[in-house]
Every structure is written in C-alpha cells, then in structure tokens.
C-alpha cells in the first residue's frame, strides 16, 4: 500500500457562534429572553440595559462619563452625596430625623402570602382540645394530603407506614380522620369526589332546601348524574324536573378541590411581542416596546478599551466584540419577528375584520417563500411568540392552519372549522344538544366537507363535551 499527499476542495456549512447565538435567542420566549440577557449583564461588564439608566446631560454624555461613576470626595477621601441629592421614596424625610405619622399612599402596601393548606388546617387543630396523640394522628393525616385536599393515601396504608411499636389501632385513626373533617374548608380529607362532595353537604344547615336529596345523589348515582341520565335519577329521588334542575345546581354549586385556594401557583402574564392595530383602513403590526430590552455597550469601558490598546486587554477586546454581537443578534430577532407578524397579518386581513370564521388557510411555506426565510426560521419565530389584537392576544401559531375542501372546490382553514362548531354548539338546544354526525351535515350544507371523526377532534380540541353530557333538563 502506497502513502501519498493529496489536495482536496471542499464546502461545508459551519455554524459561527454568532449565528448559533442568533438561531438560539430567536427560538427563545420574550420571559426566556429576559433571563438569557440578564446571564449575558452579569458576565460581561461591557454589555449594560439603555432602560435601567436615566437621561444624562448631553456635556456627560460627550465625555462618556458613565452613570455608575462615584461622587466627589471630600478631604478625609470619603464620597461626598451630590448637593442635588433628592429622596424619591419619600417626601418627608430629612438627615437625621424620619417622621413618625406615616400617612396613606406614602408606603407601598404589600400584599400578605397566602398561607398553605397544611398551615392553615394545622391553625385549626392547635385550637382545638385534643389529646396529644389524637393531635399527632391529625396532623399525620394533614401531611398526607395532596394538592387538591384529598387524602393521599388510605387508611390500611398510613397504617402500614407507621411503625408498629406505635399501636395504631384503625379506631383511632378513623376518629382522627373525623376530626379532620371536621376542619375547614369543607370536603378536605376525602378519599374520593363522592365523599368530598358528602362532606360539603353535610356541613350545610339541615334545612337546606333539596339537601337530603343532593346527599343520596353523590353518595350512591353520581356516575348517573355525569353520565346525564337524568330518567334514572328522576325514578331514584321520584321528583319532577323543578326539583331535579333545583338538586343538579346545588351539587354543581359545591367545590370538587377544596384545597386549591391554598395553591402558591403564581398566575403568569403574557407580554405580547407584537401589537396589530388599525391605521388609516390598513392593518398594520408594529413591534411592543415594553417587550422590546434596549441594550448598549458601556461607553466607559468602551473609552477605556480604545485608549489601552495592549495585550492585557484581550479580554475586554472580547467581551466588546460579544456585546455587539447579541445587540445586533436581538435587533434581528424582532426584526425577524415584526417581518412574519406583517406577512401574517397581510394573509388574514379577513380573520382581523370578520373573526375566526373568516381565517383563511395557512401554512409555514407560504410565509417562508415570501419572506425568504427557511421554513424552520419561521417555526421558530412563530412559536411562544404572542400578537395583541383588537379581538384578543394569540400566539403566532394561532394564525396557521390546515385546509378543509369545500363543495366549491376552494378550501377553508381548520380554525375557521372549530370557530363555526363553536357557534353551533352555543346556539344549540340544551335539551336536544347536537351530535358529531348532526354537526358533520350542518357542515356539509354550508358547503364544508368534514367527517364526523374530524367534528369529534375538532371538539375535543375546544374542550366541548360529546352531545349526551351536554343535555341539560
């Protein structure tokens, strides 16, 4: 075998670490790109936020002088505070005194944290008059509870789990779970919705109206009362439809989770990313400037740099160059994002004017061939990314759609489907509520081929119930 030398020419795509960070931060949500900036302001000193920093005189601002630069200092070398220094909290405070009436609006008012369901049931039981292992058995069966207020395991099971020099007797702990009952809120501590449900019922006065009645249905036909067989229940209580409605309301009435008024879930609030408004009769999207981060070099740093051009500098040479990069990588970014919103909004003008109905068919290709973008560009653009309209905040991704083909041989979007069984499921019967397949030919005579199946994941997917649950007395 003969070695030899040989020249080759090739190309190959390579992935630069600035367009890798571009492709990154454009799949990223704007609260994903929030965290992402605020890793890049703490590494690197010559990257700084143009919001967090006010208005400076324009003499400073010819100096590069940088906000963040210390006041005078006086004789003993300690900073001296400005002779414009102003307190902006508060009004009424001078040097060395600090008033004592604090009057309404002059201090934030902090909201007090919700307490947990194990801290407030535990509250309860400190005053009730147990014993103490009566107390302990209680707040063994408080630890066991999940989320929602049910007892997450079973009584044979905590007793399996306690060790046996214990002498746990299922007595006792039959008397402990009483106890727990008997704690608010009302339903905390069952096993299952029929018990929870019991225990709401039988915590209301005894003259209730239609309370014995609600009592036997959850207890012994609840199945029958989803199942909405409401002939059977009518034969078991041996009432009319008055007084049936009158029982379904107060068992609807009552709190399936009564535990989840104590979650510390933190409700999250969408900022959208684009705004749609209507100027002079043309749609038009323009980008959220409380979205939009406005990022600078620090010009301090910056002067610095450009005076001391030497090896030690290497380093802040790089982090300048990396500044600059995710300025510019975040300004194509909603570059990126206002192009697509515009082309989106250019193709459903109709869903802007007349509603969901009138969403037309729409895919990724079509917005990538116009735009030339590749098809993944835009994917990525269009997801967990958000458009405020006059008819509502919708992710990019609202506005694509597969096609259905109409009996005239033009095509209707997906959306625009599920909007119409929308409509007709709202202004059906309540007694007589429509089916899969009577919605299917209702479709059909307004021209729109669709098969029952598909009327059934349409449903589904709006999170209608199938007919025969929806059927109200």
């Not at 209730?208 to 009518?234: M, S, W």
């Amino acid at each position: 075998m003969k070695h030899s030398l040989q020249l080759r020419l090739s190309q190959h795509l390579t992935l630069t670490p600035q367009l890798q960070q571009s492709i990154r931060l454009l799949q990223l949500s704007t609260l994903e790109l929030n965290q992402e900036l605020d890793r890049f302001l703490q590494e690197n000193p010559l990257l700084e936020r143009d919001d967090d920093i006010g208005e400076e005189p324009p003499e400073r601002r010819a100096a590069g002088e940088s906000d963040a630069s210390p006041g005078p200092a006086d004789e003993s070398g300690a900073e001296r505070e400005p002779e414009n220094f102003e307190f902006n909290a508060i009004d009424d405070v001078s040097f060395g005194r600090i008033r004592d009436d604090a009057e309404d609006g002059d201090f934030p008012q902090i909201a007090a944290d919700t307490p947990t369901l194990r801290v407030h049931l535990l509250s309860q039981l400190s005053l009730t008059n147990l014993s103490q292992r009566d107390h302990k058995l209680v707040t063994l069966l408080i630890d066991s509870l999940d989320d929602d207020g049910y007892l997450a395991h079973d009584i044979p099971e905590l007793l399996a789990m306690l060790p046996q020099e214990l002498a746990v007797e299922p007595d006792e702990m039959q008397v402990a779970l009483r106890h727990l009952h008997n704690l608010e809120p009302a339903g905390v501590g069952a096993r299952n919705l029929s018990e929870c449900l019991a225990l709401q019922l039988a915590a209301l006065p005894e003259c209730t109206p239609y309370r014995a009645q609600a009592l036997e249905i959850v207890r012994n036909h609840l199945a029958a009362l989803a199942a909405r067989d409401f002939g059977k229940l009518r034969r078991v209580l041996r009432c009319d439809d008055s007084c049936l409605r009158a029982v379904q309301k107060l068992i609807t009435g009552l709190d399936p989770k009564p535990g989840r008024d104590f979650s510390s879930e933190e409700t999250r609030y969408i900022v959208p990313d684009v705004i749609v408004s209507k100027v002079k009769g043309v749609w038009v999207a323009s980008l959220n400037a409380e979205a939009m981060p406005r990022l600078r070099v620090n010009r301090l740093y910056a002067d610095i740099l450009g005076r001391n051009r030497n090896a030690g500098s290497q380093q802040l040479a790089s982090q300048l160059q990396e500044a600059k990069w995710l300025i510019k990588n975040v300004q194509q970014r909603f570059d990126t994002i206002l192009r697509v919103s515009q082309a989106i909004v250019d193709r459903q003008r109709n869903f802007f004017e007349h509603g969901a109905v009138a969403m037309r068919p729409l895919v990724l290709r079509e917005i990538a061939e116009t735009l030339d973008l590749h098809e993944s560009t835009v994917s990525r653009v269009t997801t967990q990314k958000f458009m405020r309209t006059p008819r509502g905040i919708f992710e990019l991704k609202y506005f694509f759609g597969s096609h259905v083909t109409t009996e005239a041989g033009g095509a209707a979007s997906s959306t625009a489907i599920r909007a119409l069984i929308k409509q007709l499921v709202n202004a059906e019967n309540p007694r007589k509520p429509l089916s899969d397949s009577q919605i299917s030919e209702i479709l059909g005579q307004q021209g729109m081929v669709v098969a029952r199946r598909t009327v059934a994941k349409y449903r589904e997917f709006l999170q209608i119930l199938p007919g025969n649950l929806r059927k109200a007395l």
